[in-house]
């Protein structure tokens, strides 16, 4: 639609007002008010995440724009990326000695080489300052951020492995939910004999069939063996990794996930559960943000258990596996120390913990109450599983560290395509060693 021309003259000459006001053409601007505190300090973050989809990056988004309206002389600089660009573009910025103030982390063996740099400040002098930081959490949380006695980041949430189910399913099929290797086998012939997926993983993002191996890994041998791995105490070799990838391939044989779980992606996965094309779903409690977030049919008919004793192994039972996670932490390259640590303090904050648990449905990392009505049951039903939990082992690819958490992830995918368990782990051991000596050479 074309404007009147005296309608664009006007236009013209409100615009122009505008611009030379701005330029302080008719003299010199408004003395500010008193009360106006000038932007001094500027504290640079880096997030993985986004505000659209991730509830998570919104509410800290919020909590870095109320610590703004506090603390009007520090600017909050907050980036988000998404994770596998994250997972680039952080260790290019530290190589490059140009690292954020404060950055997201993964725990363990992912945060360890930016400490061995010294690209990571210590927070211990600033944990049991002013606020108590470190009251809010329970024992152990800071364990997996600990390097050598010294604490390196603040975790905000927490993730663990869970089996989620649809009641409704396992009660029209008179089947219970299964707790043994040998019940699974009973309940995936039953419903496979119904059209139904029994467990709805889709490993063409090989962490899932990671995450899956180690939670049968740990079962099998308890949760010492991958830092001996590490460490080179045990081999690849080692039988509760082969006897592992032949019960990954029995289950397979036998029904127990999606035809080529090679193929099927993450989201795909999601999707046969949600749509009840799948009984189970094997996945980290940061599905419950789906829920959360996802335009579902579902409501609040969903169910959470540990995952089934599948190795039978009486002396380690059940095993949880899980991390602190979203955690935060401060470049020795920060200028403002002390307004760094301050936002941390925010972004932990009660408020804002509370907010993560009713809004993204994720586990809290600190010691925090909410009315049971606000949160998703699942959620509540997690947090009392966990609570029982003797312990908690991490990750497997986060345990491992970046290039040898990949490398088991891919192994395993090899697993799951068919490829012989012994041969699969030998040539993991061959990676590994020569890992080592790339490692040892100046």
């Known amino acids: 639609m074309r404007l009147p021309y005296k309608t664009v003259s006007i236009i013209f000459a409100a615009t122009t007002l505008i611009i030379l ?5 008719f003299g010199p601007p408004e003395p500010p008010e008193a009360s106006h505190v000038r932007t001094s300090k500027t504290i640079s973050v880096l997030f993985w995440g986004s505000v659209v989809d991730n509830p998570a990056m919104a509410i800290f988004q919020q909590a870095c724009d109320d610590f703004e ?10 980036s988000f990326y998404s994770v596998e660009q994250y997972k680039s573009k952080l260790p290019v910025l530290m190589a490059a000695n140009r690292p954020p103030d404060l950055f997201m982390t993964w725990c363990g063996a992912y945060l360890q080489p930016f400490i061995e740099a010294g690209k990571v400040m210590p927070l211990n002098c600033f944990l049991h300052q002013g606020a108590e930081l470190a009251d809010r959490f329970p024992p152990g949380s800071f364990d997996l951020l600990t390097h050598e006695g010294l604490t390196y980041g603040i975790p905000t949430t927490r993730a663990v492995a869970a089996l989620f189910y649809h009641p409704d399913i396992f009660q029209n099929l008179g089947l219970s939910l299964p707790q043994t290797r040998s019940e699974l086998l009973t309940a995936a012939t039953k419903l496979r004999s119904q059209g ?7 490993n063409k993002e090989p962490w899932v069939g990671g995450m899956l191996a180690g939670q049968l890994i740990y079962q099998n041998q308890g949760s010492l063996i991958f830092e001996q791995v590490k460490a080179g105490t045990v ?48 996945m980290g409690s940061w599905f419950i943000q789906h829920l959360i977030s996802q335009d579902t049919p579902l409501g609040d008919a969903i169910g959470v258990a540990p995952f089934p004793l599948l190795t ?30 301050e936002l941390i303090e925010w972004l932990t904050r009660p408020v804002y913990q509370r907010s993560l648990m009713i809004d993204a449905g994720l586990l809290p990392a600190t010691r925090v109450t909410v009315d049971s009505e606000q949160v998703r049951p699942e959620l509540l039903e997690l947090k009392r599983l966990i609570a029982q939990a003797d312990n908690i082992a991490i990750f497997p690819d986060i345990g491992l560290g970046g290039q040898l958490g990949k490398q088991f992830n891919s192994s395993i995918q090899m697993v799951f395509a ?18 080592r000596r790339r490692a040892s050479l100046p």
């Not at 990794?241 to 795909?268: K, M, R």
């Not at 380690?316 to 640590?341: F, L, P, R, Y």
């Open 21 to 25: 006001a701005k330029q302080h053409v």
């Open 69 to 78: 309206k506090e603390r009007p002389e520090i600017a909050v600089d907050l």
């Open 196 to 202: 139904i997926v029994p467990v709805a993983l889709g």
């Open 235 to 282: 081999s690849w070799t080692h039988r509760a990794f082969v006897d592992t990838a032949e019960l990954i391939q029995a289950l397979l044989a036998q029904g127990t996930f999606p035809d080529n779980p090679n193929t099927v992606g993450y989201s795909e996965s999601i999707d046969l559960f949600y749509t009840k094309k799948a009984a189970m779903l094997l």
């Open 312 to 341: 039978e192994n009486p002396e380690t039972g059940v095993a949880w596996m899980g991390q602190t996670d979203m955690n935060i932490a401060i470049s020795s390259k920060c200028a403002h120390t002390s307004e760094a640590v």
């Open 418 to 435: 068919g490829q012989d368990p012994q041969t699969v782990f030998e040539r993991l051991q061959e990676k590994t060693a020569e890992n």
